[in-house]
C-alpha cells in the first residue's frame, strides 16, 4: 500500500526548544494533516493542509504543505512538557477516496524540564 | 459534547471467539471509519463508511465486517479472533465535505487476543 515515510521516529528534547519533524511520500497528496495523540487517548487534529505550498500556524506550531505535494513538515517553537505525545502526519492521496487518510508511523516526542 | 464514543474500552478475548466493538457519533457525520493501531506502525484503515447503508475496505480488511444501518453508528465485528488482531482499534468520523479528512477519533478500545 501507500506509505507516508515519516521522520524521525523520536525526539527527545529539552523544553525550550524548537522540533522540527516531516513527511514524504513517492505520491501526491491532496490534504496534509498533522495529528498529536497523548497516552490512553485518540490523535487529535493540530493543522489541516489543502493547498501546495501552504504555510499554516496554530500557536506554537506550524505546518506547511510541501510544494511537490508530497511532503509535509510540522515545527513546534519553544517546547514544553505538555507537548510529549506521538505526532502523525496523514494525507488524502489525489484520487483517494474521501476521507480516507494514510498516516505516518509517529514521532514520539519526549520533553526534559 | 460526546463526539465519537467507543466501547468497551479494554477487552480479552481467547482466539477463535466473536466479538463487536461499538461506535457511535453525535455529530451527523457522513463518514465514518475504523483503524487499528499497533506499535511502530502508524494507523492502518480497517473499513469506511461513506453514509448508512454504504461501507467498503480499507488497508487491512481481512477478519473484520462492518454494517452501517444508522447515520450515528458503525460496529465492527470479530467474527473469529486471532492473536494478530491484538491491537488498539480507534473510530473516526467527519463531516465528508468541505473539512475533507478532519476526522475526529474516539478514545480507543484496546483489545487483546489470547
Known amino acids: 500500500g501507500q506509505q507516508l515515510n515519516q521522520s524521525p521516529q523520536s525526539m527527545f528534547i529539552q523544553e525550550g526548544e524548537d522540533v522540527s519533524m516531516n513527511c514524504t511520500s513517492s505520491?501526491?497528496?491532496?490534504?496534509w494533516l498533522w495529528y498529536k495523540q497523548e497516552p490512553g487517548e485518540g490523535p487529535v487534529l493540530l493543522i489541516a493542509?489543502?493547498?501546495?505550498?501552504e504555510l499554516t500556524s496554530n500557536g506554537r506550531l506550524t505546518a506547511q504543505f510541501g510544494i511537490t505535494r508530497k511532503d509535509s513538515f510540522l515545527n513546534i517553537s519553544a517546547s514544553i512538557p505538555s507537548d510529549v505525545g506521538i505526532y502523525f502526519c496523514?494525507?488524502?492521496?489525489?484520487?483517494?477516496?474521501?476521507?480516507?487518510?494514510?498516516f505516518g508511523k509517529g514521532t514520539k516526542l519526549s520533553v526534559k524540564p | 459534547n460526546a463526539g465519537v464514543t467507543q466501547t468497551p474500552k479494554f477487552q480479552v478475548l481467547k482466539t477463535g471467539q466473536s466479538m463487536t466493538l461499538q461506535c457511535a457519533q453525535d455529530?451527523?457525520?457522513?463518514?465514518m471509519s475504523w483503524y487499528r493501531q499497533d506499535p511502530g506502525m502508524g494507523l492502518r484503515l480497517i473499513h469506511y463508511?461513506?453514509?448508512?447503508?454504504?461501507?467498503d475496505q480499507g488497508e487491512v480488511p481481512n477478519g473484520y465486517n462492518v454494517s452501517r444501518s444508522t447515520t450515528e453508528d458503525f460496529p465492527l465485528r470479530l467474527l473469529s479472533a486471532a492473536p494478530s488482531q491484538t491491537s488498539v482499534y480507534f473510530c473516526?468520523?467527519?463531516?465528508?465535505?468541505?473539512?475533507?479528512?478532519?476526522?475526529?477519533f474516539g478514545e480507543g478500545s484496546r483489545l487483546t487476543v489470547l
Open positions: 473516526a468520523s467527519s463531516s465528508g465535505s468541505g473539512d475533507t479528512g478532519e476526522l475526529f
Open positions: 463508511s461513506v453514509g448508512a447503508g454504504i461501507t
Open positions: 496523514a494525507g488524502q492521496l489525489r484520487g483517494g477516496s474521501q476521507g480516507n487518510l494514510i
Open positions: 455529530m451527523n457525520h457522513e463518514y
Open positions: 505520491s501526491i497528496f491532496n490534504t
Open positions: 493542509l489543502y493547498k501546495a505550498g
